[in-house]
Structures are given as C-alpha cells and as structure tokens.
C-alpha cells in the first residue's frame, strides 16, 4: 500500500524551504519593527467560535470547516482562519486593558478549509496575520494596511494592488441591509438558492457570490460605501488620508465586503491578477465587535492575513530567485572502520565551531564519497585513515576549489574557518 498526501495538502520539500524561510524573515523583521509579539494558538477550537465570529453564512462556515467530535462528544473544528482563536484568546484571558498601548500580536501556522483545490488553493495552507487589538483609530488600520504592504513590497512581490472599503457598523448597516434587500427583492427569484437564502440572512453575502448571473444582477445595487454613518464616514476619509501620509497606494472598491461576518468600518485586499481565481493574496480589516461578541470587553481591533502559499506562487512565477539557504560545510570521511573514533571527534569539535558536518559511511570508497560532496555541494572534506591517525595530519579538500592541503589535526577547524568562502 503506498500513500499518498492527502488531497489538498502537500509537503514542504529539502529544497523549497528556502522559499518558506525567505517569506518568514521578511514577515518576522516587519513585525518586529512594529512592535508585533508572537503569539501561537491551538489550531483546533470549539466549533461554535467559527460558527459565531466567521458566520454561520459565510462558505467558510457552511461548506469548508473540517469539524469533529471528541471522544467526550465535544464538537470540534479545525481553525479555517487566527482571528477568531486571537479574539477568543483576548476574550478569555482579558488580555487588553484600555489604559495600555494597543495590543499588537502577530501568527503564523497551517489553517483548514475545505475548499476544491487548485493553484493557490489547498485545504491546509499557510497564514500569516498581525491583529492589533485596543484602539479604534484609523492610523492603526493605516498601519495594518501598511505592513501587509510593506511585506509585500520588501518580498519583491510583482504587481499588488491594494484595495479598500468600508463596512459601515452595525448601525448604518442595519439600515443598508434593508435598502440592499429592497433592490434584491425586485429580482429575487433570478437570484441561485444560496443567494436567496443569504437575501434573508445576511444580504452583504450576496456580493460574494461568484455566480455570474447574481453578479449581473447585483451590479446596480445600492453601494455601503454611499450609505455610511457620519462616524464611519469620517473614519474611512481618515485611514485613506493617513496610507498617503504612509506612501501606500490604493484604490477605493465598494465591493470589497470579505467572506467573513466579523468586518465592522475597514476592509481590504491584496489582489494580484495573474493566479486566476486566487486573486487575494492577503485581506483584513476592523472587527471593533467581535471580542465582545466573544464574552469579552468591547474592545476595538483591527488586523490581516496573507496567504503564504499564494505569494511564494507568486514570486516563483515572476521568476524570483529565492536566497540560497547555507549548504553542508564539511564532509567527514573515515577511512575504514579504526578512523571511526576520530571521525565522530572531529565532528563533534567542528559543530562546538559553529561548522556544520556530518560523517560519511566508513565503508564506501573514498571515489563514492567524494563524489557525494560534489552532488550535495559540500565545501571542503576532512579525510582520516590509518597514516593520519599515525601521523596526526588530517588531509583537507576544498572541494570547490579542487586544491587538498595537509592539516595538522588541532589547525583543521583554524583551517577551515579562514579558507571558508574560498571558492
Ligand atoms: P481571508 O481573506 O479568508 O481572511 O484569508 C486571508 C488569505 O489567506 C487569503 O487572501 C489567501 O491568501 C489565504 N487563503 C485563504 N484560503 C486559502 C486556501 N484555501 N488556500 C490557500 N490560501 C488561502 C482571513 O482569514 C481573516 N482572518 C483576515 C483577517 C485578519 N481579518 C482581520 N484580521
């Protein structure tokens, strides 16, 4: 019986790490000079969460959760999404206190939706997010929108756009669901059964339905953004007044309203156009009700999460090359069996030096092992017979080099150390 992976998922092989870690330490330098703390959540929660926070009739909750029961028969789902587990975190362990600078945390791990793969698209992919959580300003969405920018823009990502709306809050919501469910009503039967059902539910739902004639049909409605509140009017005007004050461009699309229920005021994307349907590489906005919601404070949050999967597809197609990650350093070749002892000693002196080496099968031939540091593109080998044992000389190859010197045993790692990056 061979397995297989299951579908939708894959693994990270020896030599796209780099990719992974490239994206990692752009993400974790930005983060850090915002002032943004790690944070690691389980990555099962109680499925009512997502139930409650995404929303019931989201597609994320209806059709992608991968939910279980316990052996106690507690439902269970895996996370689809971090900011219901950061929210829950707050809400739980009354994490923010309004007299403190904003709580800014950022994650990153493998979130489940079950969804049909494709390019750009799996079931358990990689997010990253950075949530901010205590303030109800507009610099801080300013400054959400800028980091995701900013990764964006050190990442060498081609060709992003940045996307912005407003929401509203629940007040002006409430009264431009009804408008929006008057113009939906008109054509209510034209609309699929999804629709319909979201008409009565969550009509905003409605601008997420990828179906071509509800697209249609939808294209005259009545826009949020041309219904907001005075406050939220006013908050909108002022985070596109601070991302140009922050040198981040945008553009303004009313039908930006996310998959996901918990969005009050800001919401945004990434978008690229050239994965096809897997046009976001990132989105976020504010969710000032959702850690209440939760059972905890009313406290203000704002924050965004980016696909990793999508931007290193990206990268890859515009033809990045992706830093190479530090190879093998030395090889370590005993020869025959009485070199063992002094092989492992040797190894063991090189990584005490910060050298990275490992020691070859004592009994392949010397030609087998050589040939292996040329295919794992060693630096240099350390050879250990029976003369050097007697003779306390260690011969040494660059191998890149192609040149072999004599080496005094206790002068190897010396040796080594100022002829490293001597090609
Ligand atoms: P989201 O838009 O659902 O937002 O997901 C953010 C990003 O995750 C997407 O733009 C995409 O890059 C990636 N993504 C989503 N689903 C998949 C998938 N099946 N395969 C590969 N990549 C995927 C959120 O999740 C919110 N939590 C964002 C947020 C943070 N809002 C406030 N704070």
């Not at 319909?196 to 409605?221: G, S, Y």
Request: hydrophobic share 35%; aromatic share 8%.
């Amino acid at each position: 019986m061979k397995y297989q992976a299951p579908r939708g998922t894959y693994d990270i092989l020896p030599e796209d790490i780099k990719k992974w870690h490239y994206i990692e330490n752009i993400i974790r330098k930005l983060t850090s000079l915002y002032n943004y703390s790690e944070v690691r959540t389980p990555i099962f929660e109680q499925l009512d969460l997502f139930q409650r926070s995404v929303g019931e009739d989201t597609d994320i909750v209806e059709k992608e959760m991968y939910t279980f029961e316990d052996k106690k028969g507690r439902n269970l789902a895996l996370r689809p999404e971090g900011t219901a587990s950061i929210a829950r975190m707050v809400a739980e362990r009354n994490l923010q206190s309004s007299k403190k600078e904003p709580l800014r945390l950022w994650y990153e791990g493998p979130m489940f939706r079950y969804s049909r793969p494709q390019k750009g698209r799996h079931r358990q992919f990689y997010q990253f997010g950075v949530e901010c959580i205590g303030s109800p300003k507009p610099i801080v969405d300013a400054e959400i929108i800028a980091i995701g920018w900013q990764i964006l823009q050190e990442a060498k990502v081609p060709d992003v756009s940045l996307e912005i709306n407003s929401v509203g809050c629940p007040d002006c919501r409430d009264k431009y669901n009804i408008l929006l469910k008057n113009f939906l009503y008109k054509d209510r039967d034209k609309y699929c059964e999804d629709c319909q059902r979201r008409m009565e539910q969550n009509p905003l739902r409605v601008f997420d339905c990828k179906n071509n004639i509800c697209r249609h049909l939808i294209v005259n409605a009545p826009r949020m953004l041309d219904n907001l509140c005075e406050e939220c009017a006013q908050h909108f005007k002022e985070v596109k007044k601070n991302l140009e004050m922050m040198n981040v461009p945008f553009t303004v699309n009313p039908e930006i309203v996310r998959g996901l229920d918990y969005y009050t005021k800001t919401a945004f994307e990434y978008k690229i156009n050239y994965l096809g349907a897997q046009d976001a590489l990132g989105g976020g906005g504010r969710y000032d009700g959702l850690i209440e919601y939760l059972g905890g404070k009313q406290i203000p949050a704002v924050g965004l999460s980016m696909g990793l999967e999508r931007i290193i597809l990206s990268l890859e197609k515009s033809g990045f090359s992706f830093p190479e990650e530090d190879n093998l350093e030395v090889f370590i070749i005993p020869i025959g069996a009485e070199a063992l002892q002094a092989s492992i000693d040797m190894m063991q002196e090189l990584h005490k030096a910060d050298i990275s080496a490992v020691v070859a099968d004592e009994n392949s031939s010397i030609g087998n092992n050589l040939k292996l540091c040329d295919k794992n593109n060693v630096s240099f080998a350390v050879l250990i017979g029976g003369n050097e044992l007697k003779s306390g000389l260690y011969v040494v190859k660059n191998i890149k080099k192609k040149s072999q010197s004599e080496v005094i045993k206790e002068e190897v790692i010396n040796f080594i150390k100022t002829n490293e990056g001597v090609a």
